[in-house]
């Protein structure tokens, strides 16, 4: 008997390998998606796939590695104009004389640029989904990704605290705990959900030893009230466990317990510097995590050395990953997941920690439950969303090709996407954005980064150390 064909809308065909990330974690030979009304309705082998789903658009996988959309859990958009104006600095400089006064300087344009070019830099280097860190210009980043077709969960900055063992936090940022309440609430109302439900608003405070206990409680109660997420950065570095300590005699993940604040709706990020008895809280809490090897290897905050991710996936704890900021020089998923193998490796001196498959999951599965969307995305599975990368493996660094998790790893870079599909529809092709005006966001970016200088006043601190002709 004729298997029922069911038509879809797009198809992609004979995948060199797919990678389907579902339950099983079953790799396809000759593999094909079919996709209607944005979501998957079929995984499996081109000739099956492709008699019961005829489709008006077949999109051809051959010589391709096919993966779930990349979903960076951490990934400042406001900062991807600061790059190289925090190399050499530890944790205490890098916020207080280079960040802060970075960002305090953007206004609405600086922010645009600075936006537009990080979701470029994501979509081409096959970010489907991402959660921004938070900034004072969520809007704006709300309108870019919903704009280029993409999944962001966005979120306002709140600080209540303006002077911490850490430092003074620049005049821009100084608000009341009404107020920081008040405009985090503004955002989630009018943001959540934006963009055909693209575009989720979370709650954030940016991070502990800024934050009074009543921000944090209260942010808590209205991520609870809204149904979204609450995220903050913690313990990423020994000066922010030590002011926790200086402020509050409990380092920054106890504190939150002994607020009654931890949940499934709660994404840390770092968390490098917590001690055995938070780590457990966090796993008993079902709290997310979110791993940025890059920028601790960059300014030297510990995470790796001191860290346990290992040991928080091997209890099951959600760990998504990301590229953190181009402040610490890449946003490219593919490197971060080559950091995270083999940061580990390295610090324990231990080759078999962070096998590659593990270090996907944190890119893809896990990524979905830091966005508490795992039954939505992540995954390459019936009823998900139709979000996939195309890499291709007609490129030296994926010579030989043996174990295609292996190669894209270790060997590749986001250099290698060459298609990019969110919800369905087409946003990257041939390496090229379709939605984004690539040309006009490089020259924008180009003719902002030397006003933002100007304005930060760190002119001094980015200079060539050689002498220039
Ligand atoms: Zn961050």
Known sequence: MEPRSTPADLRIDHAEWLLTLDRARRIVRDGAVAVGGGRIVAVGKTAEVAAAHPAARVIDGSGKVVTPGLIDSHIHTTFQLSRGLADEVGSKRFLFERMYPYEGALDEDDARASIELAVLELLRNGVTSFIDAGNYQPHLTAEVVGGAGMRGVVARSTFDVTRSALGVLPPAFIESTAEALEHAEAVVRKLDGAYQGRVRAWFQFRGLNNSTDRLIVDLKALADRYGVGLQTHACFARDTREASLAQHGVAEIERLERLGVLGPNVLLVHAGWATDHELEQLRQHDVKVVAAPSSSLHNAYGNIVQGHVPELLEAGVAVGIGSDHASS????????????????????????????????????????????????????????????????????????????????????????????????????????????????????????????LRKTGLAGRVAPRWPVA
């Open 329 to 452: 020089g890449i946003v490219d998923l593919c490197q971060e997941m080559f950091l995270a193998a083999c940061a580990y490796k390295e610090a324990r001196e231990n080759p078999e920690v962070m096998p590659p498959e593990r270090v996907l999951e944190m890119a893809t599965v896990n990524g979905a439950r830091c966005m508490l969307a795992d039954g939505d995305v992540g995954a390459l599975e019936p009823g998900k969303q139709a979000d996939l990368v195309l890499f291709d493996t007609a490129r030296p660094e994926w010579q030989p090709l043996y174990n295609p998790v292996a190669n894209l790893v270790y060997s590749a870079t986001g250099k290698s996407v060459d298609t990019v599909i969110v919800g369905g529809k087409l946003l990257v092709q041939g390496g090229r954005a379709l939605t984004l005006d690539e040309d006009a966001i490089i020259e924008r970016a180009r003719r902002r980064a030397p006003e933002i």
